[in-house]
T-cell receptor, first 114, second 113 residues
Framework: RKEVEQDPGPFNVPEGATVAFNCTYS??????FFWYRQDCRKEPKLLMS???SGNEDGRFTAQLNRASQYISLLIRDSKLSDSATYLC???????????????FGKGTRLSVIA | SQTIHQWPATLVQPVGSPLSLECTVE??????LYWYRQAAGRGLQLLFY??????ISSEVPQNLSASRPQDRQFILSSKKLLLSDSGFYLC????????????FGNGTRLTVT
């Protein structure tokens, strides 16, 4: 089983739609979870961290289910500018210094259509 | 503010040729530096990381090597490229090792023909 698995997509959605991405991780010792965004042919950039209680940043909501080893990202009211690949990232360590490498999923591609 | 420079942006090289990709960071001291590769249909793969000058750790055995001759300079090299070396190479830095926030360079798209 791969360490971090994501549906590769593409997800083609109209503007204004709500879209959800899922990610599963294999190592139950994983402690830190994040979503990165990568625009076409560009470098990845941190979008948001995922906390156990769930967290929201504007139109973006991230949730974690430790029992199922599952992370999700929900985007409401999709904009054309949301078109990108969304990478699920897991850290076995606590995310601070001296822990372990971040493990990146292959990403889910989103295309928001006018 | 901190910036990271990576070059070249695009590279086409024949099989068996050497490779040298360079990355420099400005505006910070003693950064942790990383080389990642993103091949088509695959996730980001950590190749090397460095916590200081001359200190290189390899995550994946292959025909690539890395060096850190100066505090803010990280170089990825190969003596003989393989077709399988094609991909998008990304240099990144962070303040702490394995920190959440990785700052990536613009990347080098390498095609080995």
């Amino acid at each position: 089983r791969k360490e971090v698995e994501q549906d590769p997509g593409p997800f083609n959605v109209p503007e204004g739609a709500t879209v959800a991405f899922n990610c599963t991780y294999s190592n139950s010792a994983s402690q830190s979870f994040f979503w990165y965004r990568q625009d076409c042919r560009k470098e990845p950039k941190l979008l948001m961290s995922v906390y156990s209680s769930g967290n929201e940043d504007g139109r973006f909501t991230a949730q974690l289910n430790r029992a199922s080893q599952y992370i999700s990202l929900l985007i409401r009211d999709s904009k054309l500018s949301d078109s990108a690949t969304y990478l699920c990232v897991v850290n076995i360590g606590g995310g601070g210094s001296g822990n372990t490498p971040l493990v990146f999923g292959k990403g889910t591609r989103l295309s928001v259509i006018a | 503010s901190q910036t990271i420079h990576q070059w070249p942006a695009t590279l086409v090289q024949p099989v068996g040729s050497p490779l040298s990709l360079e990355c420099t960071v400005e505006g910070t001291s003693n950064p942790n530096l990383y080389w990642y590769r993103q091949a088509a249909g695959r996730g980001l793969q950590l190749l090397f990381y460095s916590v200081g000058i001359g200190q290189i750790s390899s995550e994946v055995p292959q025909n690539l090597s890395a060096s850190r001759p100066q505090d803010r300079q990280f170089i990825l090299s190969s003596k003989k490229l393989l077709l399988s070396d094609s991909g998008f190479y990304l240099c990144a830095w962070s303040v702490g090792l394995w920190e959440v926030t990785l700052h990536f360079g613009n990347g080098t798209r390498l095609t080995v023909t």
